[in-house]
């Protein structure tokens, strides 16, 4: 994948309703800015903080019904229990 079809894959997924897909396809884009980074002499936070990487992360928060109203808190609690042993989700 290219530079340029990172974008146009940030782009595209703003469609997406399918989250597997939308990681999968987050994975290779990632490895697509890394290799631009390299070529032109960027790091990590320029790879971490890009916009293709926003408008992706934006999906999955999008996705996952996450919101800023302590969503984030009750999963993070609800994980802690998954980590802990076995739960009914």
Request: hydrophobic letters at 45%.
């Amino acid at each position: 994948m290219t530079y340029q079809e990172a974008g146009k894959m940030a782009i595209a997924v703003q469609d997406a309703c399918n989250l597997s897909g939308v990681v999968q396809t987050w994975a290779k884009v990632v490895s697509a800015l890394w290799a631009y980074a390299h070529e032109h002499g960027h790091g990590t936070t320029w790879v971490n903080q890009h916009p293709v990487n926003v408008l992706f992360v934006d999906k999955v928060a999008q996705l996952a019904c996450y919101t800023a109203s302590g969503t984030l808190c009750a999963a993070w609690n609800d994980v802690e229990r998954i980590a802990d042993g076995p739960i009914a989700v």
